[in-house]
């Protein structure tokens, strides 16, 4: 071997991968995440691929909105003509922390079995993503307006609201594309901020380089799908975790408000607005989802960990206000469930919760599909 | 081994063998061989929850292979003076690593910060004092080797039996200030002792034989601890290796192109394939959650291919980096699913590893029990030989129930198939006809195949699983019960 040879095997390896980088540029490369396995080799996932625990949970967060919809059950190409399809949209509470798929709100509808009556099979599908923030339901509620639904269930909190936390979500966060373009449609009222990457940076983050993350990413939730499908299992379930304080801490501030109102420029119902104009003729119905009211220690100023009083009355009173004024579907459900039925956060329900909910939830929107 | 430090080892690699043209390379290369290998076993030693136990058991590796070779050699060989030298390159090495305590809080080669200097000193003085009685004792007295092995196979079942891992977790701990009740058999994980124990109980029983070639302190040290084979073998003759440190010549640019094609075909084998078919092979989480009998299937079939890509691309990288540096180290793995009868199987799987069993306990038991007044029938002999040698490497993965079991569903594999084969054998026609033979081609082959190749595949079951009840439940989904 001579010192040339080395040279050039050294020279041509860097020139492809060079040239390959700057190939991949050119490449819309979230939409890669349009390629998917569900639904061909696995099984479609109940709901979107979420966790941190993938050893245990064959489960992955990621930022790909086309990849997580690709991964689910709901087949884009065609509704069947026999289903009357419904998603459920929303936060955590939705998606179902510590739940298991068919202990959620989607999964007991489903298993519900109901039919329209001409007999259309009425499917829920479950598009719960376990982060608070409405901009991030109106985001996903964005990409699944593509799946032709025929209702929208949409759970909210308070948590969700406040306008200044939009963009805390990760997934919102490495999204801004996507909600800037809802921002201009829509006109919301909302900070992005500005990138501050040089022109190189940005070319940098196009490269294969660059996107060796989301790449892995994709990789990654293709080969869960055989241990999704091995398993059923997409959630870590401990034996024991923290339940919900019910014994609160005197404060009586949200969000660093002091009260004793809610100033409603603060909170997103602009988003809410947008998300009902964006379905236009199909019916959006707004839940007010349960919330623990506990009975402990300071529970005159709090209702649970994240609301005080002063905070969670005003807010169902506008969220009330608001609806009957603009003519929004609205059901309140904040007290449907007792607090013994909550886990591990005011907003999380067992699945006896879950059935409660269900229950109170049912008759007020079986007219949707009779 | 990381992904990072192959690179790293493979771009040295590279640069020796660039290097390899020049004039002063041939001088200097076994004393760049020796630092590297010396710097590896720091470098590549995962970091442990026991303080400073990541530097001592590294510094431990490279005393126990000095004391190795001053046992095995002869007094021709044994001439401290003209191998000084190299104990004090070592020395210095081990000692200018501890020195680098004073520069970083958290560790520069070590993974953590290396113990206070004046431990670091008795012990440095320690070992020299024990070079010194070593070199005292009757040169290559059988008692003595036999204690060196026994020394080592201590310290085998110490890391392999989990209780006593805990065990002597719980004392280090206790000398160290720290928590005894949060020991585990994890704290004490020592990189590449397995491999660098079977090389050691080779020169030592080759001593014992006469076997071993005369080879300087320098050139037994780069063959217990070359760091391309330093994690994951193979487990190299050391008159083979000896061969090929003592050429010279420059690296070809065919050795590069060869080396770089397994190198390269070994990252993907281990860094892609083995490591995706991880995320679904079968494993202590996963085994008692699979619900069906098709995907338990798919996930025995993922971990059968899975450790043979892991264990045959770690192969291919070691081969293809020595390659670079003008090694040809001996292959590990020959296609070894693509066999017909479980005896060839082994002949392909972890060559080195069966070829060691079988010279250093295979052969030497069958001879004894052949030896002794009243000899066995042969088919005991091959019985209790094959079902021990099998049990014995089973034990070399752990000191488990489940390793047992494997070692002994191989043993029995092995013994069956020695039987049938004798059987066929005296059955089979001097002459097959033409039709037999396309019979044994297109149906023979192929059924042969696949039934070994299910054999060793529900061998992985209880290797790959920590308890008794849980394979057998695995077990028992295989097969639609459970």
Redesign the interface.
């Known amino acids: 071997?001579?010192?040339r040879?080395?040279r050039n095997?050294l020279l041509k390896g860097l020139g492809i991968f060079i040239i390959l980088n700057l190939l991949w540029t050119v490449v819309d490369s979230p939409k890669l995440g349009t390629l998917s396995l569900y639904d061909h080799l696995f099984r479609g996932r109940e709901r979107f691929p979420y966790g941190e625990n993938?050893?245990?949970s064959?489960n992955l967060s990621l930022n790909n909105i086309y990849a997580m919809f690709e991964s689910l059950r709901l087949d884009a190409v065609e509704v069947p003509v026999n289903e009357f399809r419904v998603l459920v949209i929303g936060d955590s509470s939705t998606w179902g922390t510590l739940l298991r798929p068919e202990e959620t709100l989607a999964g007991q509808l489903d298993a519900l079995n109901l039919s329209t009556s001409d007999g259309r099979r009425v499917r829920f599908y479950n598009l719960g993503y376990p982060t608070l923030s409405l901009t991030k339901d109106l985001m996903i509620l964005d990409e699944g307006m593509d799946y032709m639904p025929d209702l929208i269930l949409w759970p909210v909190t308070l948590e969700s609201f406040p306008r200044n936390r939009q963009l805390d979500s990760p997934i919102a966060a490495n999204n801004l594309g996507r909600i800037q373009s809802l921002q201009q449609e829509y006109g919301l009222d909302l900070t992005i901020p500005a990138d501050s990457r040089t022109p190189l940076q940005r070319f940098y983050a196009r490269t294969i380089v660059g996107q060796r993350r989301a790449l892995a990413d994709l990789?990654?939730l293709q080969?869960?799908g055989?241990?999704w499908?091995?398993?059923?299992?997409d959630q870590v379930y401990p034996a024991e975790y923290t339940p919900a304080a019910r014994d609160l801490e005197p404060d009586a501030t949200f969000n660093g408000w002091q009260g004793p109102n809610l100033d409603e420029s603060q909170i997103s119902l602009d988003v809410l607005q947008a998300g009902i104009q964006m379905a236009g003729s199909i019916p959006v119905v707004l839940i007010n989802e349960p919330v623990l009211v506990s009975s402990g220690k300071n529970s005159d100023i709090r209702y649970n960990f994240y609301y005080p009083r002063w905070a969670y009355d005003d807010y169902r009173r506008i969220l009330s206000d608001r609806s009957a004024s603009r003519g929004w579907n609205y059901i309140d459900l904040w007290n449907a469930v007792p607090q013994e039925r909550f886990t591990n956060s005011a907003i999380h329900l067992d699945p006896a919760g879950v059935s409660l909910e269900v229950k109170s939830l049912l008759p007020q929107i079986e007219g949707y599909w009779r | 081994m990381t992904l990072t430090a192959t690179l790293i080892f493979a771009a040295f690699a590279?640069l020796l063998?660039?290097l390899?043209?020049t004039r002063w390379f041939g001088r200097a290369r076994n004393w760049i061989l020796l630092a590297a290998s010396v710097l590896a076993v720091y470098w590549l030693q995962p970091a442990l929850p026991i303080r400073g136990l990541d530097f001592w058991l590294p510094s431990l590796t490279l005393m126990i292979a000095v004391w190795g070779w001053v046992l095995t050699s002869s007094p021709a060989e044994r001439n401290l003076r003209a191998n000084l030298p190299v104990l004090a390159m070592v020395l210095g090495l081990i000692l200018a690593i501890a020195l680098t305590r004073y520069i970083s809080s958290t560790g520069i080669l070590t993974p953590s910060r290396p113990p206070q200097l004046l431990q670091v000193l008795i012990f440095l003085a320690a070992s020299a004092l024990l070079i010194y009685l070593i070199s005292l004792l009757k040169p290559a007295k059988t008692t003595w080797l036999w204690f060196a092995i026994a020394e080592i196979l201590l310290f085998f079942v110490i890391l392999k039996l989990p209780a006593l891992t805990t065990l002597v977790s719980g004392w280090l701990r206790s000398a160290n200030g720290q928590n005894p009740a949060l020991a585990s058999a994890l704290d004490i994980r020592w990189l590449g002792f397995s491999y660098i124990a079977f090389r050691l109980i080779a020169t030592l029983r080759d001593r014992q034989s006469g076997r071993l070639p005369l080879v300087t302190l320098q050139e037994y040290l780069i063959y217990l601890i070359f760091f391309p084979a330093l994690s994951a073998g193979p487990i190299d003759r050391s008159e083979r290796f000896i061969a090929d440190l003592r050429n010279h010549e420059?690296?070809?640019?065919a050795?590069?192109t060869e080396g770089?094609r397994r190198f390269i075909l070994g990252l993907f084998k281990k860094f892609v394939l083995a490591d995706?078919l991880a995320?679904?092979a079968l494993g202590p989480?996963?085994a008692a959650?699979?619900?069906?009998t098709g995907?338990?299937w798919?996930?025995v079939y993922?971990y059968t291919l899975q450790i043979y890509l892991d264990f045959s691309g770690y192969t291919d990288i070691a081969l293809g980096i020595s390659r670079w540096l003008g090694f040809t180290l001996p292959e590990n793995f020959r296609s070894p699913y693509l066999n017909q009868d479980l005896t060839q199987f082994w002949n392909n799987w972890h060559i080195t590893l069966t070829l060691w069993f079988r010279a250093y306990f295979f052969n030497p038991l069958a001879r004894a029990l052949r030896s002794t007044r009243k000899p066995l029938p042969a088919v005991w002999v091959i019985l209790i030989c094959q079902i021990l040698t099998m049990v014995l490497i089973g034990l070399w993965h752990g000191i488990t129930w489940n390793f047992v079991v494997w070692g002994a569903w191989h043993g029995v594999g092995l013994f069956v198939n020695n039987r049938w084969s004798e059987w066929r054998k005296k059955r089979a026609p001097a002459q097959p006809s033409e039709n037999q033979m396309r019979i044994a081609r297109y149906i023979g082959t192929p059924v042969s195949t696949l039934v070994t190749f299910h054999y060793v595949a529900l061998g992985w079951v209880w290797f790959a699983l920590p308890s008794i009840p849980l394979s057998l439940g695995v077990i028992s989904r295989l097969f639609g019960a459970g």
Request: glycine share 6%.
């Open positions: 071997m001579n010192g040879f080395l095997v993938s050893v245990e064959y990789l990654r080969v869960y055989a241990m499908s091995a398993t059923g299992i | 590279l063998a660039a390899s043209h420059p690296v070809s640019s050795q590069v770089g995706l995320l679904f989480v996963n959650q699979i619900r069906s995907w338990m798919v996930s993922a």
